[in-house]
């Protein structure tokens, strides 16, 4: 399994529980396990660039996902093929002001947001009613699962 961390955005982030949520994801929706999986974590200016190019909307934003191998969740018996999961890229700066206004700490949002960002990559959305109870309840129930605790409250932007 190879999950890389790459932090441009200056503020401190404890990465090595990034890459122990993203394993734990990976193992609990039957990712393969030599599947790729890149995190990026920048600044404002940066994410709102990538905003920008990416979604055609401007300013900056939390968390942004870029599916490579269009992969899917498996099951125990037919994991996901091996291949490139992704990108995601997280904005701290911004999980920062998230994470005060709905009372928990920077890292239980940055946790949020990659587990976010992995599922989109994965295929969910929250376009629909539907689909944001089915992705929001896996992501609530993944983060629990990880840090034993009641999940943070989502930020949807």
Request: charged fraction near 25%.
């Amino acid at each position: 399994m190879s999950i890389e961390v790459n932090n441009e955005s200056g503020v401190v982030v404890d990465e090595s529980e990034l890459v122990a949520l993203s394993r734990f994801i990976f193992e609990r929706l039957y990712i393969h396990p030599q599947a790729e999986l890149s995190i990026l974590l920048v600044d404002e200016p940066a994410m709102e660039k990538l905003h920008l190019e990416l979604m055609d909307e401007p300013g900056s934003t939390d968390v942004l996902s870029v599916p490579m191998d269009e992969l899917t969740p498996g099951t125990p018996d037919k994991p996901t093929p091996q291949g490139m999961l992704g990108d995601i890229a997280i904005c701290p700066q911004v999980a920062q002001v998230q994470a005060r206004n709905a009372g928990h700490s920077t890292q239980d949002e940055m946790l949020l947001l990659t587990t976010h960002g992995i599922l989109h990559l994965l295929g969910y959305d929250h376009a629909e009613p539907e689909e944001k109870e089915e992705m929001f309840g896996l992501q609530r129930e993944l983060l629990t699962a990880f840090t034993g605790k009641a999940a943070p409250s989502e930020t949807v932007q």
